[in-house]
């Protein structure tokens, strides 16, 4: 087991986080301040939970985390934090949009940590993430408020800087991300979107 795996393993264990992941959000979060307190929270992907857990901290009870996931989420929110409503449902799914409404018209920021089930060939890895993450981008677009933020995992490859360009046409800032809790060898990345703007036609 790799020192970096042992050491967010043991650290997300100790703080009681189900998955390592936790601090691919937090280290963002510390440096770009991009969920605040009273935010509503769009979590993609979310099972197991860690992502939805922190940021529902950080929003307080004053805000609110809906977590979307293929599976059933169990995580019991932790103290301080805000409401979660756990959504079973595929985010390809047309409806998705109706059921998120329901709950609320718009929200201040979507957060995605999706990955496709792997091949082992990077090609079609890379391309399923791309039809993922673009699934991603166009919920954002139906659902981001005005200057709302988007954080969401891409795997680089030949479809990665035409992906980057979509973004920063919808956001006034983006960033590329590698948190230190990635792996060096890994090629999975995070794109931040800050400030949305609804696309210009």
Not at 37 to 55: E, K
Request: aromatic fraction near 10%.
């Amino acid at each position: 087991m790799r020192k970096v795996k042992d050491f967010y393993y043991k650290k997300a264990k100790k703080e009681k986080y189900p998955a390592r992941s936790v601090y691919k959000l937090e280290e963002a979060l510390n440096k770009y301040k991009f969920i605040r307190r009273g935010d509503s929270v769009l979590d993609l992907g979310c099972c197991p939970g860690s992502w939805s857990l922190y940021a529902s901290e950080v929003v307080t009870s004053k805000g609110i985390v809906v977590g979307v996931d293929l599976q059933e989420v169990e995580a019991s929110p932790r103290p301080g934090g805000s409401d979660i409503i756990w959504i079973r449902q595929s985010i390809m799914e047309p409806e998705l949009i109706t059921e998120l409404r329901k709950i609320r018209p718009a929200f201040k920021v979507l957060i995605a940590d999706l990955a496709p089930r792997t091949t082992g060939n990077r090609w079609t890895d890379h391309q399923q993430s791309m039809t993922l993450v673009r699934q991603t981008l166009a919920l954002a677009s139906e659902l981001l408020l005005p200057n709302g933020n988007y954080y969401c995992k891409a795997f680089q490859g030949e479809d990665y800087p035409d992906f980057v360009k979509e973004v920063g046409e919808q956001f006034q800032k983006v960033k590329t991300v590698k948190p230190q809790s990635s792996r060096v060898e890994s090629r999975e990345v995070f794109v931040l979107g800050m400030g949305f703007q609804r696309k210009k036609y």
